[in-house]
């Protein structure tokens, strides 16, 4: 282990993959929170991440370049490389370039790994941190150029970094527990978790609910699991605009009106429920539209169906023209100014889920004040807290009584608008940035 040096000198490496995705992920969301909590905690904060090739050492700004390079076309020999790792893995580990990410050569790179001293690259570590587990049944070893502190992936990865603590975060083990609703390899997805929570130095999860799944999952000892929650916030500049503002932008860009439209934020997969809360919403006899808003996950083909159905559809007429309007609107892959005015602007929040982990949209509304319908099982009812109104997620009638009571209740809309607030300050960053302070000095 480490020396017991102060943050302002200790150097955190933090898995960052999901920061490089071209959509947002909940876990992009959590990793940026981290990074953001311990830079403010006195962090030095490096990222580890896949390229597609080899970085060079001696040109750092063709580095740069190789690093954000897009998707490449494999040659036979390339497949041949990763059936070799898939036969024997990679056990003398693998070596990760460097890139020092100061200035910045590359545009636009500051947006997704703004806040990083430094980024290091493992060549295809996605592939092969599996193909080496899977053929060793160990984690593969990571080997940096420059030292670090603390190793924290953001995500269960079967990769260390030998000689600190390593810390991982799962945040729920779904494709053991809706093994029906997820396409990930649950072998591999099981050994992993079983793996680390043998041999790592400390699991973090988001939630009680989860910290419990996984060790009753995992057999793992309850002092080597820590529930941290996460950090929920918004950048100031994403939620300064005015009321006046939002209500202009809500009705040119997303032809709704402001606190008179109900919102699903999330992505449209089996444990979201969204065929459910489709016709719950038809069957609550609501006349105030309901946006969908989120990119396809998968299995999504019958929440499609429903989401574009004829019943959602009617036509009015203004100046000669016949307009087709939605009372039902599926929004695709939003930038994050138009989820915050969506969610500032909604009446609700409806997101009966069936599983979470922690449930970040929840967590989202409620600290925008805006009122949440959601489910009573898993991790909800413990994010929720009283800020939101509880339904059985499986029982289309209680969903769509609770769509009606929102509909009509002004004072049980203004009710959940403050509690929500409430509730959401157990999320804060200075929160949420105390809890990983207090783990990493236990560890280190």
């Not at 959602?312 to 016949?322: E, N």
């Not at 800020?387 to 929102?406: E, H």
Request: hydrophobic share 40%; net charge neutral.
């Amino acid at each position: 282990m480490q020396n017991n040096c102060n943050k302002n000198s200790r150097r955190v490496l933090l898995e960052a993959q999901n920061l490089l995705l071209g959509s947002g992920t909940g876990i992009a969301t959590y990793a940026r929170g981290l990074a953001r909590a311990l830079s403010s905690a006195g962090y030095r904060i490096d990222a580890l991440v896949a390229s597609n090739r080899t970085l060079p050492h001696s040109d750092q700004k063709l580095a740069d370049a190789i690093l954000f390079d897009g998707p490449r076309n494999y040659n036979l020999l390339h497949k041949g490389y990763l059936e070799l790792r898939r036969a024997f893995g990679a056990p003398f580990g693998m070596k990760a370039g460097m890139v020092e990410n100061a200035g910045g050569f590359v545009v636009g790179r500051e947006a997704v790994l703004q806040g990083f001293e430094r980024i290091h690259a493992v060549p295809h570590l996605l592939d092969v941190e599996r193909l080496h587990f899977n053929s060793r049944g160990t984690r593969l070893t990571v080997k940096l150029r420059s030292d670090c502190d603390i190793f924290h992936a953001t995500r269960p990865a079967p990769i260390q970094i030998r000689g600190v603590p390593n810390v991982y975060t799962i945040h729920d083990i779904v494709p053991l527990r809706m093994p029906y609703a997820t396409a990930d390899d649950k072998a591999f997805f099981a050994s992993m978790i079983r793996d680390l929570c043998k041999t790592a130095d400390h699991i973090v999860t988001v939630s009680e609910f989860s910290r419990q799944d996984i060790m009753d999952f995992a057999a793992i000892s309850p002092d080597r699991i820590t529930n941290t929650y996460q950090a929920v916030a918004f950048p100031d500049e994403f939620v300064s605009r005015t009321e006046a503002e939002l209500r202009k932008s809500l009705r040119q860009h997303h032809d709704l009106e402001f606190k008179d439209y109900y919102l699903y934020v999330g992505a449209i997969e089996p444990k979201k429920n969204v065929s459910r809360l489709i016709d719950a919403y038809a069957a609550s006899g609501t006349q105030r539209p309901l946006a969908v808003a989120g990119g396809l996950g998968w299995m999504y083909e019958a929440d499609l169906e429903r989401i574009n159905s004829e019943r959602f559809l009617s036509y009015t007429a203004r100046d000669g023209t016949i307009t087709p309007r939605r009372r039902v609107r599926r929004l695709s892959y939003l930038p994050l100014q138009d989820i915050v005015d969506l969610i500032r602007g909604a009446r609700a929040l409806l997101y009966p889920s069936v599983y979470e982990g922690f449930g970040l949209p929840v967590a989202e509304a409620m600290l925008m004040g805006t009122p949440v319908l959601t489910s009573n099982v898993a991790s909800l009812p413990e994010i929720a807290g009283d800020g939101a109104m509880l339904v059985d997620p499986y029982d289309v009638d209680a969903i769509a009584q609770g769509i009606r009571q929102l509909d009509s209740d002004d004072d049980l809309i203004a009710e959940l608008s403050a509690n929500g607030a409430a509730t959401a300050d157990r999320f804060s960053p200075e929160k949420f940035q105390q809890r990983m302070s207090n783990l990493y000095d236990q560890l280190v």
